[in-house]
């Protein structure tokens, strides 16, 4: 097998694990994997429930900022290596809807960090949630996120069943907009974020 380097931490992998071995090839080392603990949650916001996966903080934290805002589009199939097909049969049926980025952070990456990470899950993507006003996640305070709640419009066809899906929950707020814009235009909809950021422990 030739040598394969960890995304992270850049040591050389040389031991695999028997799940690397039969499925796709980790991109983190053993190490970097252990410390990338799942950690899944339900954190309830009334009308719905969010499922989550990651703690935000530690390696996922710089993970994320790597990915997002060094633009390392490499690091795109480290999350969800080893949620890819509980997530597939989970919600097996459901369409998968990203909360979009801005524009402007659209255009600063050059990719669309969100979908490059559900695209390894076996869902059929949605699209036709957008944003009203560009507001970027940087410097939001409590009041412009709640501002987020009435932020988002949805022009995309009516279906059975949508997933919402986002990367960092801190209030809901973002959630809470996108669902409500979704929600007569399906007859189930469920919402993940890949991390839960628990802002009570940030502040
Ligand atoms: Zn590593």
Redesign the pocket.
Same mark, same amino acid.
Request: glycine letters at 0%; aromatic letters at 12%; a neutral charge.
């Given at each position: 097998m030739s040598s394969v380097k /960890?995304l992270?931490?850049d040591?050389t992998i040389e031991s695999f694990t028997l799940r690397s071995l039969l499925l796709k090839k980790d991109e983190? /080392?053993p190490? /970097?994997r252990k410390k990338l603990k799942v950690t899944r949650k339900r954190i309830d916001l009334g009308e719905f429930q969010v499922e989550t996966f990651f703690d935000y903080e530690g390696l996922f934290r710089d993970l994320l900022l790597q990915y997002k805002e060094c633009h390392d589009e490499a690091l795109k199939d480290v999350f969800l290596y080893d949620l890819k097909e509980y997530l597939g049969l989970r919600y097996h049926g459901y369409h998968l809807l990203c909360i979009p980025s801005s524009f402007k952070k659209r255009e600063e990456r050059g990719f669309d960090h969100l979908k490059a990470i559900f695209r390894t899950v076996q869902l059929v993507p949605l699209e036709g949630l957008k944003m009203k006003r560009e507001i970027t996640q940087e410097g939001k305070d409590l009041v412009q996120r709640r501002l987020m709640e009435s932020n988002y419009i949805y022009n995309g066809p009516n279906v059975d069943k949508i997933l919402l899906a986002d990367d960092i929950m801190t209030t809901g707020s973002t959630l809470k907009g996108a669902f409500s814009c979704v929600k007569s235009h399906a007859r189930k909809v469920k919402v993940i974020s890949l991390a839960y950021k628990n802002i009570t422990l940030h502040l």
């Open positions: /960890c992270y931490c040591k983190l /080392c190490d /970097c």
